[in-house]
């Protein structure tokens, strides 16, 4: 067998052609098959004709043409229809891919819920009194349950049931929870405290009704849990004796923190000062013993000694008894011996971690002008220095993770579990700002206006130019 090879058009693609016969011999071609290397065959049989070889060369050409051409039609076609449809399925993706994405959620500003102070996420939340509520956390002031949904009245921004609040102008008092009543002219006499957001009837500054001396708080009386009761007639609510720091060893820890403080400010004490914690009549009377010195505050909480004295000092944490008062406890005479401006620094024992250390670092200011040479300043100026470096300690405490991790090791010896130990955290961040605002808040000329005096010299001008300012003229710069 032959093979006849053809030219087909332009491009020179060469189709085989399988030839059976002899000259002269007629040929017909069958429907072309793809051969094993991608060219088309055909296959030529004998079959009686008229034409001879070069018409049918000729019409074989012809017809091979005629088919290239077609096929290039058919197959430029479906290449076009392709391109359109994926054209077209990349247009169809993208438009379902925009009709299932969502819009971004709207963020907004005021989404911290108005009771428990938490971020609201996109969980239900109601909008009531100009602020934003978790369900569970819009409740009525007076009884407690929830209001969602139910009739209330609104009084004194706060939410009432209408079956647990008929008189709308009297609030409820926080240790008994009866309504306080009116006096003669029909007014509400009532005391509340600033900052814990709580109102008493006048009756309970007079009555014995424990307050904290710490907090502040007045004691609730329809709950078990009763305040501690110091053996010097002082009450301490259970949350502030979480970090309460009840004997002199047990403060060195915070000592050394505070003189870290100091030095960090450039500020370092060389001399060695003792540290002393004390019962309440210990300080008064060295307080009495001491010939100089401002003391202004209606009770001493913290002494700064330039005289040698002899001071009983407190030298073993003392028990809690059953009836959450204090038991066995031991104390020991200390004599202060006098070796340079400052004979020690006293501080009542009892209160607070925050507390005790914000006292420490007033009264080692005071120390440390005393040391530098700072003699005869006013009060304002004295106590308002020394309130501002209180300040800047507790801010200190409040802003930094390190002041919750010296927190907890200095209430290790506190009986509580971790569960506590994490209530009492946050609450004690709740009571350093508490701290803070008395300090802010003080309505005394030293303490409070001789605070903001020093404070606003030292936010303007830097605590080094304020002290070298004082130095020189014994006031702050304005």
């Known amino acids: 067998m032959d093979w006849i090879k053809i030219l087909e058009g332009s491009g020179h693609k060469i189709s085989e052609v399988q ?51 077609e096929e290039d039609k058919k ?13 077209d399925e990349q247009l169809a993706k993208a438009l379902q891919e925009s009709l299932n994405m969502e819009p971004p959620p709207r963020r907004e500003s005021n989404r911290i819920c108005a009771r428990c102070n938490l971020e609201i996420g996109h969980e239900r939340h109601l909008r009531r009194m100009g602020a934003v509520w978790h369900p569970e956390c819009f409740r009525c002031h007076a009884c407690g349950l929830r209001i969602f949904d139910l009739e209330f009245s609104v009084s004194g921004n706060r939410p009432y049931h209408e079956s647990c609040y008929k008189d709308q102008n009297h609030p409820r008092c926080n240790v008994c929870k009866n309504f306080i009543p009116s006096n003669a002219a029909g007014e509400t006499e009532y005391r509340a405290h600033p900052f814990w957001m709580q109102a008493y009837c006048p009756s309970h500054e007079h009555d014995g009704t424990p307050r904290c001396c710490s907090c502040e708080r007045t004691e609730v009386r329809d709950i078990s849990i009763r305040y501690l009761s110091l053996d010097d007639g002082r009450k301490l609510c259970l949350e502030c004796l979480g970090s309460a720091i009840m004997d002199t060893l047990e403060c060195q820890p915070l000592y050394l923190e505070i003189q870290e403080f100091y030095e960090g400010l450039n500020m370092k004490v060389e001399q060695q000062i003792p540290l002393l914690l004390v019962e309440r009549q210990a300080l008064n009377e060295a307080m009495e013993g001491e010939k100089s010195g401002h003391h202004l505050l209606p009770e001493t909480r913290g002494l700064c000694l330039s005289e040698e004295q002899t001071v009983s000092t407190i030298s073993r944490r003392p028990r809690i008894s059953t009836g959450y008062r204090i038991i066995n406890m031991m104390t020991e005479p200390c004599r202060l011996v006098r070796r340079c401006e400052v004979t020690a620094i006293l501080i009542l024992y009892g209160l607070p971690r925050l507390l005790t250390g914000t006292i420490l670092a007033h009264e080692m200011m005071h120390a440390w002008l005393k040391l530098k040479g700072y003699r005869n300043l006013s009060q304002d100026v004295e106590e308002g220095i020394c309130q501002v470096l209180a300040y800047m300690w507790l801010e200190s405490q409040i802003h930094s993770s390190s002041g919750n991790n010296v927190s907890s090791a200095s209430t290790s010896s506190s009986s509580s579990s971790t569960s506590e130990k994490g209530a009492r955290s946050q609450f004690e961040k709740k009571l350093g700002e508490f701290f803070k605002d008395q300090i802010e808040t003080d309505s005394s000329p030293a303490y409070g206006d001789g605070f903001r005096a020093g404070n606003q010299a030292v936010q303007k001008y830097g605590l080094k130019s304020t002290l070298d300012h004082i130095r020189l003229t014994g006031s702050f710069p304005y």
Not at 45 to 60: G, K, L, R, S, W
Not at 75 to 87: A, G, I, P, T, Y
């Open 75 to 87: 197959l430029k076609k479906l290449v076009d229809n392709e391109s359109q449809l994926e054209e």
């Open 19 to 69: 030839y059976n016969g002899k000259d002269g011999d007629c040929i017909i071609w069958e429907e072309p098959s793809i051969s094993e290397h991608g060219r088309m065959k055909f296959t030529l049989q004998d079959e009686p004709t008229d034409f001879d070889d070069q018409d049918i060369a000729v019409a074989i050409v012809r017809s091979l043409e005629d088919y290239e051409a």
